[in-house]
Structure formats: C-alpha cells, structure tokens
Nanobody, 116 residues
Framework: QVQLVESGGGLVQPGGSLRLSCAAS????????MSWYRQAPGKERELVAS????????NYADSVKGRFTISRDNAKNTVYLQMNSLKFEDTAVYYC?????????WGQGTQVTVSS
C-alpha cells in the first residue's frame, strides 16, 4: 500500500534546527514531485517547499526562504526538509505530499513546536 511516513518533528527552541524526513513506499517515488506543507492552528494548510521528481528545481514559500531546504534521495525513497533558524511562527503540523501519474498522496503529518 502507499505510505508516506514522516519523522523528525518535535519541540525545538527559537533559532534551533530540525530535519524532517518522509519515507515513501508503494509508488514510484522517483517519478513524483514531492512537497512539504504545514498547517498551524486556525490557519489554512500552506505550501512550504517543493521539489521536482529529479530534484532539479525547488521552490519555497517566502516565509521560509533562506531558512528551509527541501531535498530528496530517490535511492532511499525519502524527501527531507531541513529547517534552520526556526521561529515561533513555524509551529505547525508538517505534511509531506507526493504528486505524479495523476495521483496525490499525503503523509499523516508530524508536529513541529518552536517554543522557549
């Protein structure tokens, strides 16, 4: 079955770093664009970062540019989100998403809390 299993979330202090991982299975990962979304309490889910299937192009929300980096390892069927210089405003549930071949898949979400 299709699975996107996220890990790496947790509690971090402002200015700290976390690396989220999303391990994919059940579909041809290397043919799918991958992305990270987040949803803070009371807010709509928003696109944070995305990467094309070959990893050749990346884009980011303005709010995270220069702080977050999306990457993928197609040999490991895994997409990552390196988050640096974290702010209170980054607190949210983070979701990974795969898109391709007329299909969209979502992970279950992982909580990131930035707090002093």
């Amino acid at each position: 079955q299709v699975q996107l299993v996220e890990s790496g979330g947790g509690l971090v202090q402002p200015g700290g770093s976390l690396r989220l991982s999303c391990a994919a299975s059940g579909f041809t990962f290397s043919r799918y664009a991958m992305s990270w979304y987040r949803q803070a309490p009371g807010k709509e889910r928003e696109l944070v970062a995305s990467v094309t299937s070959a990893g050749t192009m990346r884009n980011y929300a303005d709010s995270v540019k220069g702080r977050f980096t999306i990457s993928r390892d197609n040999a490991k069927n895994t997409v990552y989100l390196q988050m640096n210089s974290l702010k209170f405003e980054d607190t949210a549930v983070y979701y990974c998403k795969g898109m391709g071949a007329g299909q969209v898949y979502w992970g279950q979400g992982t909580q990131v809390t930035v707090s002093s």
